[in-house]
């Protein structure tokens, strides 16, 4: 039996993420970036309603992944 076997499927935020990361390695603005990010994260949304959820939740964070992706401050405040 493969290890491969008991592996959890990724989440999407998970393949938002990975995705974004792969894209600015290759050089791409966050505008070209974005989009195919996304795609790819709802594609493993298991169900309609977790696709239109990770839509949702993406989305409205829109802002603060540029301002990551660019580096940016993101204006999140963590305390330890």
């Known amino acids: 039996m493969s290890s491969s076997a008991h592996e959890c499927p990724p989440e999407p935020i998970?393949?938002?993420?990975?995705?974004?990361?792969?894209?600015?390695?290759?050089?791409?603005?966050?505008?070209?970036?974005?989009?195919?990010?996304l795609d790819a994260a709802l594609l493993v949304a298991p169900n309609e309603r977790e696709r239109d959820e990770w839509l949702e939740a993406i989305q409205s964070t829109r802002t603060a992944w540029m301002r990551a992706y660019e580096r940016?401050?993101?204006?999140v405040k963590l305390h330890a």
Do not use: M, Q
């Open 14 to 37: 998970e393949v938002f993420r990975d995705g974004l990361t792969l894209f600015r390695r290759a050089g791409l603005f966050f505008t070209h970036a974005y989009s195919p990010a």
């Open 72 to 75: 940016r401050d993101t204006g």
